[in-house]
C-alpha cells in the first residue's frame, strides 16, 4: 500500500460531490492533516475561511491560483 503525503490540497469548495468544509475541519484537526496547507478555491464563507490556509476566488485567473499555492508551500 502506498501512503501519499501532500504538502498541499486545493479544494473547490462549491463542490456539490465532496463535502469540503468538513474535510478542511478534518485537515486541521487531525495529526495526520496538519502539515498539509490547503487552498480553498471559490467564494468561501466566514466559517470556511478559517479552515482553510488561504482561498483565491473561484473567477481568478489560473495565475491567482498558481501564485497562491506557490505561497503556500514556499512558507512551509
Given at each position: 500500500?502506498?501512503?501519499?503525503?501532500?504538502?498541499?490540497?486545493?479544494?473547490?469548495?462549491?463542490?456539490?460531490?465532496?463535502?469540503?468544509l468538513?474535510?478542511?475541519?478534518?485537515?486541521?484537526?487531525?495529526?495526520?492533516?496538519?502539515?498539509?496547507?490547503?487552498?480553498?478555491?471559490?467564494?468561501?464563507?466566514?466559517e470556511?475561511?478559517?479552515?482553510?490556509?488561504?482561498?483565491?476566488?473561484?473567477?481568478?485567473?489560473?495565475?491567482?491560483?498558481?501564485?497562491?499555492?506557490?505561497?503556500?508551500?514556499?512558507?512551509?
Amino acid at each position: 500500500m502506498v501512503r501519499l503525503e501532500p504538502d498541499a490540497v486545493v479544494l473547490d469548495m462549491t463542490s456539490t460531490t465532496l463535502d469540503c468544509l468538513a474535510l478542511c475541519r478534518w485537515l486541521r484537526t487531525s495529526p495526520e492533516g496538519e502539515a498539509i496547507s490547503v487552498l480553498a478555491v471559490g467564494s468561501p464563507g466566514d466559517e470556511e475561511a478559517a479552515w482553510a490556509d488561504a482561498y483565491v476566488p473561484s473567477d481568478a485567473a489560473s495565475g491567482g491560483l498558481e501564485a497562491e499555492l506557490g505561497t503556500l508551500l514556499e512558507s512551509r
